[in-house]
């Protein structure tokens, strides 16, 4: 006899109040994460999973790395969105140094992230970067359509 593992994949829910205006611009964005952000010594990319009425239903923190970088992988932004039943997500990532500017690797998983999004029928909002005092928008800076 064959034994056959199967994942299993979970989400809890549980009330959320801090969180349930609606999220309209990259500043409102920047500040939502810097709460969520568990620390600022290395990079967290995080992903906020919206409603269509763009309210928070959930969020993850999607990668941790090093001082100056972190994997990221569609798979794991989209598949707490589908499980959470996202229309809409943004994602953002901290950059400890202090630098806004995009980096060409920050560049390249926006596109990656915007071509599955759109594959898969969810709306990529936004990418925001995000440090103490400041923030870049990838909408803002013509580089997300």
Do not use: C, W
């Not at 599955?116 to 103490?132: E, M």
């Amino acid at each position: 006899m064959e034994t056959t593992f199967v994942r299993e994949v979970t989400v809890n829910y549980k009330q959320q109040t801090a969180y349930t205006d609606t999220l309209r611009n990259p500043e409102e964005v920047a500040a939502v994460v810097r709460g969520l952000l568990p620390d600022n010594s290395r990079e967290h990319f995080l992903a906020l999973y919206l409603s269509s009425a763009h309210k928070i239903v959930a969020y993850s923190v999607v990668s941790t790395g090093l001082a100056n970088s972190t994997v990221v992988h569609p798979r794991e932004v989209f598949q707490p969105a589908i499980l959470a039943g996202a229309t809409a997500i943004f994602i953002s990532h901290n950059h400890p140094s202090g630098e806004i500017r995009p980096s060409p690797e920050d560049e390249k998983i926006t596109k990656r992230l915007k071509e599955v999004a759109d594959l898969i029928g969810i709306r990529l909002l936004d990418h925001v970067i995000v440090t103490d005092t400041s923030y870049y928008s990838f909408v803002e800076g013509g580089q997300l359509y």
